[in-house]
């Protein structure tokens, strides 16, 4: 290394290099050793840096404590002049990286760090990246090396760390954020506002690494938890893996409300990523459950089990991740008599677990007798009526909390009654009294219905001596509420009288669901719609209408007459009722039409009636009902229900790609998957599929600019056409059936996709009747184009791995390309042609198309194993019936003949090819030995036209931004 690197520009290729240097003294060459030793290897930066302290303290007497010589100020002035050098590298090299570490190294062993940190908040401002990188990196250690800093220049380091947080490199970002970071250690309590700022960065920051290093940096505290919390939504998986496994385990869950546990226990135990999941789970059981004391039932009282949304899936995920847990819970004692609501929870979900995971000894062993359930459920029917509750008024939140925790263990342990085998007959007697006294109390909930319901059937001896059992309940219930009606006053008849008919339906409803005779077949069935289900639909109270429709959903389930009957109702309550009364209804007709079809469903309504309704449902204010719209005509086209599912899939599909469905997450989510698995799970769905890619793009393409205006982030004509291409490409759909060991070979007709080029037919016949729509045309040579390429490697694709594939259907296959690609040679020939002879205002955007028409053209040709179409071999392709039959698409009338105007033709073709930037391509000079120099020749086109020289194209906007590119040669 010279000094005169001080004054001039170092090579790119060299870091620090001493062959050439011009020293004065030993002094300045033994730095400059060191310097150079330690950008060969890390491993010696200890010794190194010792050896250079030995030099910084060189003719001190002072052992270092005494005030600053001239000799050290020397040494400063050197070590700042080469660690100059190093700043100054442009480009990110192993051995500059090694100096910085180096130099890390180093100023731990005692340094003058307050002149050293002045100097480099010199180069915040350098225009150089690597330097702004380079000071940040050390600034940022020299503040963990400082004990105290001068209050002044705190200020300013924190003003110009606060600009690099703007900073358009990210990692310049990251490494100011980590400086601040430290700088603000113990102000994380108060309201300051560089803490917000970094805190705020967690929340905008694009790159998910600096989101990272901020993450891990900031003390958590009042101001900054919450701001953490978020990042359990990261869009980055590590990141929401740091926030559970390094983050929390500085936060005491205790802190935290009962509301942001349950989400935080929601975003973690429901991700996508199992990373994530289980990163959240041994948060749970590492720290939360440690902070309980390691006691389960205390963990989730912190959680409130009877109102919670996540706790039966956190104690599952908890008992799978770690199976001695439920070894260690105990079931022994008074712990049944004494039950708790998370005592309960957890006691029946351990027995849960056991029968999970099968192992029936150990369910046995802790299970109580049914006698014993019996008795507790019993036990809690006494406490919800006991004498000092019913002192109480109705509706204080003492009376309210009780009557839910009661009602709550009361679930667990009809939940746990349904795990025992009812092998006792006096317990089986008990336990069926019990249950039908549980129906009989007038607020038993609708979820403790369900299960009720699910142990009388199981008591019962068959569906007919269960649905008799119920029939009697239904009975009692019916009594006992006309009996309460006879001693209130007129204000309460009504409510009883709505509450008893509610309760009715409810048990009628789980009746219905637990059946699978026909109605025809079970007349006591049919009794109680006509007696209960009829007269609630006549009703005007919306939960009876609710439940009434559900009802005769469940019933039409039952009987197909009753269906038919009955749809020209459903229809009525999606068109008349409110929101909530059309989402009931639409899930009835979805749930019929899945079921009988369709045409069966609607044999007595107007043809299209009921996919009309379903049409309207996508187009709804409501996005629940979209989504339920969409989500039903999925499952119905997935299961081949619906006669009009090209109408119904095309539909679906521009939905997809409005801007208006942006915001509808399940809409969205519900359609992402399932393009996919609709296409790529049938050969037949991909062919229907390819029918429908050129009408969906001509109609996307010209509402393109109006939706554009609604939502400038949209996907352009192009960026649709590669998504639907990507759906109904062969040969991912053959890679799916393979990783699934499908032999592909026995799928009849699956070799033949002659349907994926007759897509560029249909793009030609629409480029055809749009010459003057010039966005409709450019999409259509795009995919035309996109489809071409792609034809070069699909013989290749579809035959590979297929070696037995036998010579008869290879040959078939190669018969019908050929046939394909005349048609599209043909069609690309005329619409080329029209386009040469349009002398209209669209002349020059025109002329950048045919160029590339021309070069595609000359794709096609070459795998027909020609050069350039003439007119005879024109007409030997027009007097092919498929041929003749795509050409009459785009000329009606025409009558072939070899005197067309060839000549003209061909004028009209050199006002075109005769310049200078687009320079003519003649057969001669095409490498016929290699395709793909056809291809090439397409790209090079699409990069000629970036820049254009002619005058004449000045006003032509040919290098358009990221995604309006015309052709991408990556695609």
Known sequence: MTKTQKKGKKSKQEVISGDDMDVDSSFETEIIRIFNASQTSGSIHQKLAVELRKYQELGRKDFGVGKVGEHEDYFLDEFIELLNVVLSIKKKTEAADRIIKFVLTFIRYGFNRESLMLHLMKGFEAKEKMVRLRCCQLVSMLIVLLKEIDEEIYEVLIEILEKRLLDKESKVRGNAAVALCRLVIGLEHEENQTVVKLCRLTRYEQSAEVRRVVMLALEPSEVTIPYLLERSRDVDKTNRKYLFSKIMSKIDYKTLSIEKREDLLMAGIRDRDAAVRQACIEMVAGCWLKSAGNDLAKLF????????????????????????????????????????????????????FFKERKEFAKLDERIPEVLDIVRCINKQLEIRSNEDRDNMDEGEPNFDEADAEVDYIILQLLLVAKLSDFMDELGRREMLTLMRRLLLIPDISEVHIGHIVDIIKRLSVD????????????????????????????EDKKSVELLTQLKGLYIIRALLERCYKTLTESSVVYALTQEYVSPALTQHEPALLKCGIDCLALCALLDKQMAVGNAELLIAVCNQGTEELQIHGLKALFDLCFVYGVEVVGSNLEPGEIISIFMDGLASESYEIQGISAEGLCKLLYARKISEADLVLKNLCILYFHPEKADNSKFLQCLSYFFPAFCYSSSLNQQRMAGLVVDILVEYTRAYNDLKSVNPSIKTPYEVALQLLSWIDPKISKDILSSLNINVQNIEGFFDISWYFQIGTDALVAANSSLEDYQVLKTMIQLVTKLVVDSLKYEELVFADSVNVNIVMREQYKAKKELELKKISVLINHVKNKMINDDGDNYADLSILVKLMAKVEGVVLKQLGLVTLKDEKLAEFLHLHPVKLAYSKVDPDFEFSVDADADSSTNAQNKFFDSDDFPATPASSVDTSDITSQVKLINDLTTSLEKPKDPHFKNINLAPENDEALYSSDS
């Open 301 to 352: 009282e912190g959680l409130d089990v009877v109102d919670s949304e996540i706790a039966d899936e956190t104690v599952k995920c908890l008992l799978r991740a770690f199976p001695e847990i439920a070894e260690l819970i105990e079931f022994s004692g008074n712990i049944w008599q004494e039950l708790k609501p998370e005592s309960a929870f957890l006691l029946r979900h351990t027995l849960e």
């Open 463 to 490: 569906e007919t001596d269960f649905t008799q059992i119920i029939v009697e309940v239904i009975s009692e219930v019916q009594q006992s509420g006309e009996e309460a009606v006879l001693v209130l006053g007129e």
